[in-house]
């Protein structure tokens, strides 16, 4: 958008004059504390006043001190905090119509009528009704004498968006709610440190997440750490399902494992709809089995904790978008709730969603379980069909019989989550019928015959694994061509798999080249994205990002809090990305940086000078710390060194400086719940496609394929995984820097601009435009589709 558009959009949509409240409200979710920071910061930029209003809607109805306003620094060191910093309550009185009645009162006396809630389906319904119920509450008001008619005309409308705070995701309409991904993070950290325990003691553990009514938290877990069994309210299981149980159990432990994971959510039924308990299933595994089995019930620390980088993101945007919303409102639009659909902001209607939410919860009392995974959502419905395809292995003789040979290979720098989509591919592969070939150290193993064929419990245990066990190199194959094609000969291999980054679509691209002389070649091959930097053109995503991400975040909270109780400090961090400065942007995001160099969004000594006078006018008057990250290849010569001199220099005498490069230690560690998910996922859809296509170029007798189309990469386009042909991507691509042209999250940087003081302009042009809620049943390919 050029920049007279965006000084237009401030014009018609300043918030001068309007007052913002924001509240929290129902259970509390890691990631709220984010969305207010933004909604404060977004509502003072435009120019509105905000306020808070402290403990929910029990605060708005007390009125008093409950309802403050709020400065720029009211939401500084917020953001790393879980929970609620202004509270949350569960409040009867304001389920009465004289609470209500208060509530209106306390806010018309401020001139509230912008609401901003966060909280779950019933705190956004009690908005709602707060909202039809106005303009009567308000005619109340006048004829009790509290308000005069003045008031009534000037406040004649309350506006109200919601955001979703829950962390058990069982909000329709949003992928997902804020609190989601780190309650994942507190599940997988505990199943991570419980296996190995588990492991030495040869135990069963039993594990009970959160999730009354919502199985999601113990279906992506489960997807995440590769849980023997899960047990979920939305689709309880057959009749008879403890014999079947039991048979897994053992069948996992005759192949050689040491230990077994089950899985419960705390709202889990049988199809009669009788409770199935944890201790129930202990007793049964013990009493049917005799295995040495221990219950793990999780609780509250599902809630608390620090909130993921995802969370933070999430809050971050929506927060600012829930502003927009309420600048861009009328009196006839309907209140809306701030949802995320794969990768992009959405607005929908707030009662359409939680219509569709109570309908889920109707189909489950009505015992049409079927209907309640499809009314949950694609991105449920997918979970559930991945998890069913690869916990559960099928007798040989029930395999479908291909006699195709597919290879999977690793290429390129180490990411977390490979080993995860490796898993995935390979059980898949296995149970369309396929033999699978693992190969070692990417195109140079492939070249050195570096090949063995990998079974269903080989791959068992790696969701949780960091780097690559299969092996990775960053080695290409052009100049090892000839032997590549002599190994593809005599192993029989007639698809390829490639999970990496830029080298990988390097490589595939090399690979395609040589079709025209090697024959082999000739053979259907997908490329799925792995690499930290994310910078591979066709995905918005990579397998591995979120994992750097989050140890980024993680790092920059440790180093901001070494400064607390000292005089004022600002730190200058390098993140990794090569020419990519995801990283380094959406890292700034998520841990609340005051600047991030980067290599897309040049900068010279002048806006240098410029970042260093902000910081030092925010430290004289309010911050102690400052943040700056810079990626590694932002400029030659402004190095990360140059980048502290010139702050220490300059902010002498105000704060002093400290640098930190993070290093590798972005590409280390197991991998996140996100990287986990969403490698088992693209890396099963991509599986799917390959054994399509080699039904499709089956002829007489062998696989040939030669078109465009048969040599593709999978990546989450804005909201959904789409295959294209890696050869309509060269013109989308800079080979040189190695980075697509166009990247979606540059649009992410105004935020943490406007989020750190700056004055910048803000392209809308992305912004939610209020949707409907799609009710029907999606169609077999967008629910593969579906993250």
Same mark, same amino acid.
Not at 245 to 273: F, P, W, Y
Not at 507 to 515: D, S, V
Not at 516 to 541: I, R
Not at 733 to 754: A, C, G, N, S, Y
């Given at each position: 958008?050029?920049?007279?558009?965006?000084?237009?959009?401030?014009?018609?949509?300043?918030?001068? +004059? /309007?007052?913002?409240?924001?509240?929290?409200?129902? +259970?509390?979710?890691?990631? !709220?504390?984010?969305?207010?920071?933004?909604?404060?910061?977004?509502? @003072?930029?435009?120019?509105?006043?905000?306020?808070?209003?402290?403990?929910?809607?029990?605060?708005?109805?007390? +009125?008093?001190?409950?309802?403050?306003?709020?400065?720029?620094?009211?939401?500084?060191?917020?953001?790393?905090?879980?929970?609620?910093?202004?509270?949350?309550?569960?409040?009867?009185?304001?389920?009465?119509?004289?609470?209500?009645? /208060?509530?209106?009162?306390?806010?018309?006396?401020?001139?509230?009528?912008?609401?901003?809630?966060?909280?779950?389906?019933?705190?956004? #319904?009690?908005?709602?009704?707060?909202?039809?119920?106005?303009?009567?509450?308000?005619?109340?008001?006048?004829?009790?004498?509290?308000?005069?008619?003045?008031?009534?005309?000037?406040?004649?409308?309350?506006?109200?968006?919601?955001?979703?705070?829950?962390?058990?995701?069982?909000?329709?309409? #949003?992928?997902?709610?804020?609190?989601?991904?780190?309650?994942?993070?507190?599940?997988?950290? =505990?199943?991570?440190?419980?296996?190995?325990?588990?492991?030495?003691?040869?135990?069963?553990?039993?594990?009970?997440?959160?999730?009354?009514?919502?199985?999601?938290?113990?279906?992506?877990?489960?997807?995440?750490?590769?849980?023997?069994?899960?047990?979920? %309210?939305?689709?309880?299981?057959?009749?008879?399902?403890?014999?079947?149980?039991?048979?897994?159990?053992?069948?996992?432990?005759?192949?050689?494992?040491?230990?077994?994971?089950?899985?419960?959510?705390?709202?889990?039924?049988?199809?009669?709809?009788?409770?199935?308990?944890?201790?129930?299933?202990?007793?049964?595994?013990?009493? *049917?089995?005799?295995?040495?089995?221990?219950?793990?019930?999780?609780?509250? =620390?599902?809630?608390?904790?620090?909130?993921?980088?995802?969370?933070?993101?999430?809050?971050?945007?929506?927060?600012?978008?829930?502003?927009?919303?309420?600048?861009?409102?009328?009196?006839?639009? %309907?209140?809306?709730?701030?949802?995320?659909?794969?990768?992009?902001?959405?607005?929908?209607?707030? !009662?359409?969603?939680?219509?569709?939410?109570?309908?889920?919860?109707?189909?489950?009392?009505?015992?049409?379980?079927?209907?309640? =995974?499809?009314?949950?959502?694609?991105?449920?419905?997918?979970?559930?069909?991945?998890?069913?395809?690869?916990?559960?292995?099928?007798?040989?003789?029930?395999?479908?019989?291909?006699?195709?040979?597919?290879?999977?290979?690793?290429?390129?720098?180490?990411?977390?989550?490979?080993?995860?989509?490796?898993?995935?591919?390979?059980?898949?592969?296995?149970?369309?019928?396929?033999?699978?070939?693992?190969?070692?150290?990417?195109?140079?193993?492939?070249?050195?015959?570096?090949?063995?064929?990998?079974?269903?419990?080989?791959?068992?245990?790696?969701?949780?694994?960091?780097?690559?066990?299969?092996?990775?190199?960053?080695?290409?194959?052009?100049?090892?061509?000839?032997?590549?094609?002599?190994?593809? *000969?005599?192993?029989?291999?007639?698809?390829?798999?490639? @999970?990496?980054?830029?080298?990988?679509?390097?490589?595939? !691209?090399?690979?395609?080249?040589?079709?025209?002389?090697?024959?082999?070649? $000739?053979?259907?091959?997908?490329?799925?994205?792995?690499?930290?930097?994310?910078?591979? %053109?066709?995905?918005?995503?990579?397998?591995?990002?979120?994992?750097?991400?989050?140890?980024? #975040?993680?790092? $920059?909270?440790?180093?901001?809090?070494?400064?607390?109780?000292?005089?004022?400090?600002?730190?200058?961090?390098?993140?990794?990305? +090569?020419? $990519?400065?995801?990283?380094?942007? =959406?890292?700034?995001?998520?841990?609340?940086?005051?600047?991030?160099?980067?290599?897309?969004?040049?900068?010279?000594?002048?806006?240098?000078?410029?970042?260093?006078?902000?910081?030092?006018?925010?430290?004289?008057?309010?911050?102690?710390?400052?943040?700056?990250?810079?990626?590694?290849?932002?400029?030659?010569?402004?190095?990360?060194?140059?980048?502290?001199?010139?702050?220490?220099?300059?902010?002498?005498?105000?704060?002093?400086?400290?640098?930190?490069?993070?290093?590798?230690?972005?590409?280390?560690?197991?991998?996140?719940?996100?990287?986990?998910?969403?490698? #088992?996922?693209?890396?099963? /859809?991509?599986?799917?496609?390959?054994?399509?296509?080699?039904?499709?170029?089956?002829?007489?007798?062998?696989?040939?394929?030669?078109?465009?189309?048969?040599?593709?990469?999978?990546?989450?386009?804005?909201?959904?995984?789409?295959?294209?042909?890696?050869?309509?991507?060269?013109?989308?691509?800079?080979?040189?820097?190695?980075?697509?042209?166009?990247?979606?999250?540059?649009?992410?940087? %105004?935020?943490?601009?406007?989020?750190?003081?700056?004055?910048?302009?803000?392209?809308?042009?992305?912004?939610?435009?209020?949707?409907?809620?799609?009710?029907?049943?999606?169609?077999?390919?967008?629910?593969?589709?579906?993250?």
């Amino acid at each position: 958008m050029a920049q007279s558009d965006n000084k237009k959009f401030f014009e018609n949509l300043t918030g001068a +004059g /309007k007052a913002i409240a924001v509240l929290t409200s129902g +259970g509390d979710a890691q990631g !709220m504390n984010a969305a207010v920071r933004a909604v404060v910061r977004m509502g @003072i930029y435009v120019g509105a006043k905000v306020y808070f209003i402290h403990e929910g809607y029990q605060g708005m109805v007390d +009125g008093g001190e409950n309802i403050k306003e709020a400065k720029w620094e009211s939401v500084s060191s917020m953001l790393q905090v879980g929970g609620t910093v202004i509270g949350s309550a569960r409040c009867k009185e304001f389920r009465t119509h004289e609470g209500r009645l /208060k509530a209106a009162h306390n806010l018309v006396q401020r001139g509230i009528t912008n609401l901003c809630v966060i909280g779950g389906d019933g705190s956004l #319904t009690g908005a709602n009704l707060f909202r039809e119920e106005w303009s009567g509450l308000l005619a109340e008001l006048v004829q009790q004498g509290l308000i005069d008619e003045e008031a009534a005309q000037k406040y004649s409308a309350l506006h109200i968006v919601g955001m979703v705070g829950s962390i058990d995701n069982d909000f329709c309409g #949003t992928d997902m709610t804020i609190g989601t991904d780190s309650a994942l993070h507190r599940i997988i950290e =505990v199943v991570d440190a419980i296996m190995t325990t588990a492991q030495s003691h040869q135990r069963t553990f039993v594990l009970e997440v959160m999730g009354r009514h919502c199985g999601y938290l113990a279906l992506v877990s489960a997807l995440a750490c590769g849980a023997d069994w899960v047990l979920i %309210p939305e689709m309880p299981p057959e009749d008879g399902w403890e014999e079947k149980m039991c048979q897994k159990l053992s069948a996992t432990r005759s192949r050689g494992s040491r230990l077994n994971i089950i899985i419960v959510a705390e709202g889990a039924i049988d199809r009669h709809g009788k409770a199935i308990t944890s201790s129930i299933v202990k007793d049964l595994v013990v009493r *049917r089995l005799g295995f040495d089995t221990r219950v793990t019930i999780l609780g509250h =620390v599902q809630r608390g904790g620090t909130p993921s980088a995802f969370d933070r993101i999430l809050a971050s945007r929506m927060g600012v978008e829930a502003v927009l919303a309420l600048l861009e409102t009328t009196a006839n639009t %309907p209140a809306c709730v701030v949802s995320l659909c794969g990768n992009q902001s959405v607005r929908l209607p707030l !009662m359409e969603c939680v219509q569709m939410t109570q309908e889920v919860q109707k189909a489950m009392d009505e015992k049409k379980f079927e209907e309640a =995974v499809q009314l949950r959502g694609r991105s449920f419905e997918n979970n559930l069909k991945t998890y069913k395809l690869l916990a559960h292995r099928k007798p040989e003789s029930e395999l479908p019989q291909s006699n195709f040979n597919v290879a999977v290979l690793n290429v390129g720098a180490p990411a977390a989550g490979m080993n995860a989509a490796v898993r995935s591919a390979v059980r898949v592969g296995i149970s369309e019928g396929h033999k699978m070939f693992a190969v070692s150290d990417g195109f140079e193993g492939f070249y050195k015959g570096q090949i063995k064929e990998i079974k269903w419990a080989d791959v068992g245990g790696w969701t949780g694994q960091g780097g690559s066990l299969l092996g990775t190199k960053r080695t290409l194959p052009a100049k090892h061509i000839d032997k590549i094609a002599e190994q593809i *000969r005599i192993y029989n291999i007639n698809a390829l798999l490639v @999970i990496g980054g830029f080298e990988a679509y390097l490589g595939i !691209m090399e690979l395609l080249a040589a079709r025209g002389t090697y024959e082999e070649l $000739c053979m259907p091959m997908v490329m799925v994205p792995a690499t930290v930097s994310n910078n591979v %053109p066709g995905s918005d995503l990579s397998i591995g990002a979120d994992t750097a991400l989050n140890a980024i #975040t993680d790092t $920059c909270d440790r180093i901001k809090q070494s400064a607390s109780g000292t005089k004022r400090r600002v730190f200058i961090i390098e993140t990794m990305g +090569g020419y $990519c400065g995801y990283l380094a942007s =959406v890292g700034g995001l998520a841990a609340g940086a005051d600047a991030a160099y980067i290599y897309e969004e040049p900068f010279d000594i002048r806006d240098l000078q410029s970042n260093v006078e902000h910081l030092t006018e925010k430290m004289k008057t309010s911050i102690q710390r400052g943040l700056v990250l810079r990626n590694e290849n932002s400029n030659e010569n402004y190095t990360t060194d140059f980048i502290y001199q010139l702050y220490s220099e300059e902010g002498r005498g105000v704060f002093d400086c400290r640098k930190n490069v993070l290093g590798h230690m972005q590409q280390g560690g197991a991998p996140s719940p996100f990287d986990r998910n969403f490698g #088992t996922k693209i890396s099963a /859809k991509a599986m799917q496609w390959i054994t399509k296509k080699l039904n499709d170029c089956y002829k007489q007798g062998r696989v040939f394929a030669n078109t465009e189309d048969s040599a593709c990469l999978l990546g989450m386009r804005r909201r959904a995984l789409i295959f294209q042909p890696v050869v309509q991507l060269k013109d989308e691509t800079d080979f040189v820097h190695r980075i697509p042209k166009e990247q979606w999250w540059l649009k992410l940087r %105004p935020l943490m601009k406007i989020l750190a003081k700056y004055k910048t302009s803000y392209d809308v042009s992305d912004s939610g435009q209020l949707e409907h809620v799609a009710v029907n049943r999606p169609k077999e390919s967008e629910a593969r589709a579906a993250i």
